[in-house]
């Protein structure tokens, strides 16, 4: 990292490099990664090792697409509280990221739950309310279109190609998410690249049962490695928070289109009066307008119903971040938290 105009830390190119390359392949060994950056498998560990130490990368675990339920779940608060309640929810280990945005509903929390029952349960019983919230509205989704991995896209197409990993085709037996996936997924948490031998100490497994149940994870589906770094360090100095009316019969198809964005950093169709959210990454406020141009020319029956500019991000799946984006503290992403121990996996 080095210093810019204003004083503040930026990463330089090495770093972001490094960075995006993970992003691609997370668990991506140095030597592997050695002869695409052209520097020493030792360089690459020790810049990556500052970047974790500064809290301005990490790496980690989440749910794939297909296996993301959960909501969105925005908060109405009192004048001058919505700091306070966006770092109290930030704390439980269900509720995997949580920002200040402008507009009625000055704070949004995306939950995640292992089922519809579940789901249900957190909105119903168990998700607390803030005394300072007045009002509260939640938009449930089943599955995500995109968002959950995402790139900062500075490697060229070549590079990246020498970094994807390829994981090979589905398995033919699909079984349950299961007690020890849940085991293994938590373990993950704080550090997406921990060895299989450090997991498998932790898990009382052996590392090669521990790759086999990685990979069947992976392949299925299931679960899906993410690199992600302090966006503001990263020239992404803002995020915008979209509800969208989309006709029934293209939601899917919008929001497979949409949720590929580069900028997409959450997107799922949801069950409330609009049928997409969207969260996406900006570089300026005017990117802003430069997306909304892109949304109305490629999709023209999409309706923006209510548009909202994040203040502040407190939490992004499960890093409590700073005002640079850093990571200051992790609070590893459990959807299974806040549910009975006899509630589905």
Not at 43 to 65: F, K, P, Y
Request: aromatic share 4%; net charge neutral.
């Amino acid at each position: 990292m080095s210093e810019n105009d204003t004083g503040g830390a930026v990463l330089d190119e090495v770093d972001l490099a490094l960075v995006d390359a993970l992003q691609i392949n997370p668990r991506a060994s140095w030597t592997a990664l050695a002869e695409v950056l052209e520097l020493a498998p030792i360089t690459l560990a020790r810049r990556w090792q500052r970047l974790t130490d500064a809290g301005a990368a990490w790496t980690t675990v989440a749910l794939g697409n297909s296996a993301s339920r959960g909501a969105t779940v925005e908060f109405a608060c009192a004048p001058g509280t919505a700091t306070q309640v966006a770092e109290q929810l930030a704390e439980l280990p269900h509720v995997i990221t949580v920002g200040v945005t402008t507009g009625e509903y000055q704070v949004f929390a995306l939950i995640m739950a292992p089922s519809l029952a579940a789901i249900s349960d957190v909105l119903l019983r168990t998700l607390p309310t803030p005394p300072q919230v007045t009002k509260v509205r939640s938009h449930v989704f089943g599955s995500t279109f995109g968002g959950v991995i995402w790139r900062l896209g500075v490697m060229n197409r070549s590079q990246a190609d020498q970094v994807r990993e390829q994981i090979g085709p589905p398995p033919r037996e699909i079984r349950p998410f299961g007690a020890e996936d849940r085991a293994l997924f938590l373990a993950l948490g704080h550090d997406g690249r921990r060895s299989y031998a450090d997991l498998a100490a932790e898990l009382n497994s052996s590392p090669q049962a521990v790759k086999r149940r990685l990979d069947r994870l992976r392949r299925h589906g299931d679960i899906a490695f993410r690199c992600d770094v302090a966006r503001p360090l990263a020239g992404w100095h803002a995020m915008a928070l979209l509800w969208l009316t989309v006709p029934d019969t293209e939601v899917h198809q919008v929001g497979r289109a949409v949720g590929a964005w580069p900028e997409t950093r959450h997107c799922a169709a949801v069950t409330s009066p609009a049928n997409l959210g969207l969260i996406v990454g900006l570089r300026s406020l005017n990117h802003l307008d430069d997306l909304l141009l892109r949304l109305a020319e490629d999709h023209p029956r999409a309706k923006v119903v209510d548009r909202k500019l994040v203040l502040q991000m407190t939490k992004v799946h499960g890093r409590i971040l700073d005002d640079q984006g850093k990571s200051t503290r992790v609070i590893p992403v459990d959807p299974w938290a806040a549910t009975a121990p006899s509630s589905e996996l």
